[in-house]
């Protein structure tokens, strides 16, 4: 029996019920726990949706190039890359929930001295960097956590996935646009103050969580190297696990990571910001419907029907690498949209179901980085490649490489056929 189970077993024993009395019901998923993680969450996400809005805001306000603002959300990913790793570790050696309610804390202040710095002028660029970093350092301390935390308060993982992915898809679409009308209404120091606010609430919150003590929370631990080398171990043990990550390293690098930015140039280049910003809501819209859609399904094979509902992801490359008119463009966001997160809730649900909870953290933190790392890559060469061979054909190129992803992600056997608990 694996560390997972023992988490659920007095919780069991306390549902079974007394002789002679009414069978019980499955058991609810929002009780006290998930329902205050779920407000951590919707809040942290909210507030996260509103930081790339203020620094572009505050900065070039203030009169510094665009490149700034790229710099300042660059350090915030670069911090989160390299410190990730550790972050399992960690979360596995003090708690994933102390060491999230840590990060908070430790973001609070940054946010804090950044909505005063804006309110009352316009701070150095080296603090505004450092402070990013900071909140990178931040958030790769925290993200660890939440992959192992759901399966110890929610009764159905798949199910309190969905639901988060659905909240998280609607803060995605409504913490820029409250940035953007704090923005307007007063200051970019508006949005940080709120962003800070923020770390306050998820903090609270996560403090008022109650969690059932398990072996691995008082367990002797290793040293730091010890565990992150027991974690890889861990990772390779599982050939479904690194065979889906191998693959993912091949989609963020040549798919999605070139996605996001050329979508951004060829869209408002063709159609301008607006159409830009209306086909972004749209594609949160169909991420929500993707949460929805995975609250009714329950496939044998996760992984197989989440590979399938990635086809979506070529359709929408394929619209706008043929200069599709801008409603049937909104049409391939949503599907696209809708296919990610569909995908997400089904890896999400798989990892936190069939890996011990030992090493739950460090897994998602390999899972992270591997991905992140990739992405940024992408993105990075995505100018240049897009500027010497054009926009439409790398696109192109990115939809027939999903469609092989898929088909890898089916044939590798241990992926598809990988059960759902």
């Known amino acids: 029996m694996s560390v997972t189970d023992n988490t659920y077993k007095s919780e069991a024993a306390e549902r079974i019920p007394a002789p002679g009395s009414a069978p019980a019901g499955p058991p609810a998923l929002w009780n006290r726990n998930f329902r205050l993680f779920f407000v951590a969450r919707a809040v942290a996400v909210f507030g996260e949706g509103m930081v790339p809005v203020a620094y572009a805001a505050g900065l070039l306000g203030a009169g510094h190039p665009g490149s700034t603002v790229g710099y300042a959300l660059g350090g915030w990913t670069a911090a989160f890359a390299l410190f990730v790793l550790f972050g399992g570790v960690l979360a596995d050696r003090f708690t994933a929930r102390r060491m999230m309610i840590l990060a908070d804390l430790l973001r609070l202040p940054g946010a804090a001295v950044l909505a005063a710095s804006f309110t009352l002028g316009s701070p150095p660029l080296w603090a505004v960097y450092a402070l990013s970093v900071l909140s990178g350092m931040g958030a790769a301390l925290f993200q660890p956590g939440v992959a192992s935390t759901i399966p110890r308060i929610a009764p159905d993982v798949q199910r309190a996935n969905a639901v988060l992915r659905v909240v998280e898809a609607l803060m995605i679409m409504a913490g820029p646009a409250a940035a953007g009308l704090l923005v307007a209404v ?175 953290n460090r897994m998602h933190a390999y899972d992270v980085a591997g991905s992140l790392l990739m992405m940024g890559v992408g993105r990075t060469l995505s100018g240049p490649v897009a500027a010497a061979v054009g926009t439409e054909e790398v696109l192109l190129t990115g939809a027939g490489i999903a469609v092989l992803v898929v088909a890898a992600l089916l044939v590798v056997r241990p992926i598809r056929r990988l059960p759902r608990v």
């Open 186 to 360: 007063w200051n970019a120091g508006a949005a940080f103050a709120v962003n800070g606010a923020t770390f306050a609430v998820s903090a609270l919150c996560l403090t008022l969580v109650r969690l059932v003590p398990i072996p691995s929370d008082t367990a002797r631990r290793d040293s730091l190297g010890a565990e992150l080398a027991g974690g890889w171990r861990e990772f390779r043990a599982r050939s479904w696990l690194w065979g889906v990550i191998s693959i993912w390293t091949v989609y963020g690098l040549t798919v999605a990571g070139p996605m996001v930015p050329l979508t951004a140039s060829l869209v408002t280049g063709e159609h301008g910001s607006a159409a830009y910003g209306v086909l972004m809501a749209v594609n949160g819209a169909g991420s929500a419907a993707g949460g929805l859609l995975a609250l009714r399904l329950r496939p044998r094979r996760p992984l197989a029907a989440g590979a399938v509902a990635l086809l979506g992801l070529p359709v929408n490359l394929l619209l706008l690498g043929t200069g599709a008119p801008v409603g049937l463009l909104g049409a391939g966001q949503f599907i696209g949209g809708a296919a990610f997160a569909f995908w997400l809730v089904m890896w999400s649900t798989a990892v936190q179901t069939h890996v011990p909870h030992e090493a739950l």
